[in-house]
């Protein structure tokens, strides 16, 4: 059962557009998630966060959006370049556990 | 922000073998830390949580014998491999928390290749 999913395993945009990457659950005790970026037999990068009391959270050129009814948060990139080419995770948690399950990723590429 | 050091990034092994596997948080202290493991174009899946002083929380499915598990201080957390098989090969990726920080911070990764 996948509590957390990416349905697009890959998405292709233009340099200086904007990249929209989704992000579904189903448990409804998620209350804090995360987004990270991972380059290949690396590690994830630390992207943004977003607790559910709110429902967007801005961070230079990175926006996450919440939507807790239809438990659906979405990472905006803009302008995209092409060094944000990566694997993206979202990831989520209940409070107080720190056990955050991770989507199975979207692969962003960025073309110049 | 906070390094999370992995170590090795790589190592092959023969099968029956076992494999240590190091995770330090070099400027923070690690509460808890967490396994992950990846299959190529698959999520990270969570094998176990590692508190401090205490004994690691497995997963369902993660066997706590084959993957050993000890936190031995708050900047430590090892993974051993215990008879490693070729089906034991994958990306293990390790992450800690602090003290006051929902954010997991990751290792590098370490690539297991069993022959």
């Known amino acids: 059962d996948q509590q957390v999913k990416q349905n697009s395993p890959s998405l292709s945009v233009q340099e200086g557009r904007i990249s929209i990457l989704n992000c579904d659950y189903t448990?409804?005790?998620?209350?804090?998630f995360l987004w990270y970026k991972k380059y290949p037999a690396e590690g994830p990068t630390f992207l943004i966060s977003?607790?559910?009391?709110?429902d967007k959270n801005e961070d230079g050129r990175f926006t996450v959006f919440l939507n807790k009814s239809a438990k659906h948060l979405s990472l905006h990139i803009v302008p995209s370049q092409p060094g944000d080419s990566a694997v993206y995770f979202c990831?989520?948690?209940?409070?107080?556990?720190?056990?955050?399950?991770f989507g199975t990723g979207t692969r962003l590429k960025v073309l110049a | 922000g906070a390094v999370v050091s992995q170590h090795p990034s790589r190592v092959i092994c023969k099968s029956g073998t076992s494999v240590k596997i190091e995770c330090r948080s070099l400027?923070?202290?690690?509460?808890?830390m967490f396994w992950y493991r990846q299959f190529p174009k698959q999520s990270l899946m969570l094998m176990a949580t590692?508190?401090?002083?205490?004994?690691?929380?497995?997963e369902q499915g993660v066997e706590k014998d084959k993957f050993l598990i000890n936190h031995a201080s708050l900047t430590l957390s090892t993974l051993t491999v215990t008879s490693a098989h070729p089906e034991d090969s994958s990306f293990y990726i390790c992450?800690?928390?602090?003290?006051?920080?929902?954010?997991?911070?990751f290792g590098s990764g370490t690539q297991l290749s069993v022959l």
């Open positions: 992450s800690a928390r602090g003290l006051a920080n929902e954010k997991l911070f």
């Open positions: 448990n409804s005790m998620f209350d804090y």
């Open positions: 977003i607790s559910s009391i709110k």
């Open positions: 990831a989520a948690s209940a409070k107080g556990t720190y056990k955050y399950i």
């Open positions: 400027d923070f202290q690690a509460t808890t």
């Open positions: 590692s508190n401090e002083g205490s004994k690691a929380t497995y």
